[in-house]
């Protein structure tokens, strides 16, 4: 089941919050949807999930448009805003039950679909307390439930973890990870780890246009179109001794250790160590050293700041 954005363009008054932007995601892909605050990040998935209306461009959600079948978007997306609207003098059960009944989910489906998304998402103990009662995490949880009540096709995700304590982020993550099997995913986040460790691919928004759309891996090999090698030694070599590597760029010293560019499409470690023991240098460490995800967000997003 696709999301399909095509020259999606949102303006509030004289501010255009997402300018002509297009992209797609496809079923099964865990898509991470990052960005600076005030980005477009939030507005977009808004208009994703049937909340906003776009001024410009197209969304399609699994061959629906929301501008011209909202209700059929919704019957097969689940939605997670970024403050978790939820009903506070609810039961937590009473309330999923009510949103199952919104679905068209009733009777003995309702009962057994509602005991499955409790189990799932670990509310089993805080089933029959008020949501006003719960912590964040718990809260965070419900409204995951909520999202998944109806078993849709597309989940979009705004900031689900945000607010929460370590362990409940981890817990959360792997929630998505198991929810995600046969979904689409869109998920945003400023959670750097939890891009890697869930998404398979990542979407970075910068002043309402994208940036970057690409795996993570590609991400960092285009970001400096170099890799970067550091080898430590017991006492610092002549940077020169490794110049004569073809592939190497630049040769930094550090230390006891040399930072190293070269040609992304080459692996020079076999050759560097041949040098450092052809010329008696005892190496300690010898390893790619990446560009973190991080480094990669800023320097997108400041880039596009310059310009």
């Given amino acids: 089941m696709s999301v399909i954005v095509k020259h999606l363009t949102k303006t509030f008054g004289k501010q255009k919050a997402v300018d002509g932007i297009s992209f797609n995601a496809q079923n099964g892909e865990i898509m991470g949807f990052l960005g600076p605050n005030g980005a477009g990040k939030s507005t977009t998935m808004k208009i994703a999930s049937c909340y906003l209306p776009p001024t410009a ?13 909202p209700l059929e978007v ?19 059960k009473e309330y999923l039950s009510f949103i199952a009944s919104l679905h068209q989910i009733r009777g003995a489906k309702n009962k057994e679909r ?26 965070q949880r419900v409204g995951l439930a909520q999202a998944m009540i109806h078993d849709p096709e597309v989940l979009i995700l705004d900031e689900p973890t945000s607010g929460l304590d370590p362990n409940q ?45 690409d795996q993570v891996t590609n991400l960092k090999k285009e970001s400096t179109g170099k890799q970067v090698i550091l080898a430590e030694f017991e006492s610092l070599p002549d940077p020169s001794l490794f110049q004569q590597i073809e592939g190497i760029y630049q040769v930094e010293s550090q230390g006891n250790s040399l930072r190293i560019y070269a040609d992304p499409e080459k692996d020079i470690r076999s050759s560097i160590f041949k040098i450092a023991s052809g010329n008696n240098l005892p190496l300690v460490e010898l390893k790619k050293e990446e560009e973190s995800l991080e480094q990669i967000f800023q320097s997108l997003t400041n880039k596009n700041k310059q310009e």
């Fill in 74 to 92: 919704r019957k097969i997306a689940g939605y997670l805003p970024e403050h978790n609207p939820l009903y506070y003098d609810m039961y937590v």
């Fill in 169 to 213: 982020i981890v817990e959360i993550r792997e929630l998505i990870r198991q929810m995600s099997i046969n979904k689409t995913v869109i998920f945003s986040t400023h959670i750097m780890q939890e891009v890697q460790a869930l998404c398979d691919r990542v979407l970075i928004i910068d002043q309402g246009k994208i940036v970057a759309d």
């Fill in 114 to 139: 509602v005991n499955e998304m409790i189990m799932l998402t670990g509310l089993t103990r805080e089933q029959h307390k008020k949501i006003g009662q719960l912590s964040k995490g718990y809260r």
């Fill in 57 to 69: 461009g197209t969304v399609v959600v699994g061959g629906y448009d929301v501008t011209e079948e």
